[in-house]
């Protein structure tokens, strides 16, 4: 069974980057489409970026152009990489297995339990 863990979260200030984990455990990453996902204070679970286990990327708006998803099938590991952070971007990220559609791009609908994710805060 798949288990996911979250790691790489913190504070920076906006403008600042930081890099996310998500390492695999339980199965091999090599048959899943792995997404990132976010929660704000008071908001719903909003899809940010999956990855197919091909490397076909998928993004949302908020993360088109500034945010970039990879993944190391040998370390059995996803990346979110988050560059040019705003303080909008504050909030609990959290990697899930995610669904694909017929042409073999990742949706992100998000497939399991959450886990306990990793904090990201963007403030000056």
């Known amino acids: 069974q798949l288990q996911l863990v979250e790691s790489g979260g913190g504070v920076v200030q906006p403008g600042g980057s930081l890099r996310l984990s998500c390492a695999a455990s339980?199965?091999?990453?090599?048959?899943?489409?792995i997404g990132w996902f976010r929660q704000a204070p008071g908001q719903d679970h909003e899809g940010v970026s999956c990855?197919?286990?091909?490397?076909?990327?998928n993004y949302a708006d908020s993360a088109k152009g500034r945010f970039t998803i990879s993944r190391d099938n040998a370390k059995n590991t996803v990346y979110l990489q988050m560059n040019m952070l705003k303080p909008e971007d504050t909030a609990v990220y959290y990697c899930?297995?995610?669904?694909?559609?017929?042409?073999?791009?990742?949706?992100?609908?998000?497939?399991?339990?959450w886990g306990q994710g990793t904090q990201v805060t963007v403030s000056s």
């Open positions: 899930m297995a995610t669904t694909w559609n017929a042409r073999g791009l990742c949706l992100l609908n998000p497939v399991g339990i």
């Open positions: 990855i197919t286990s091909a490397g076909t990327t």
């Open positions: 339980g199965s091999s990453l090599d048959y899943h489409a």
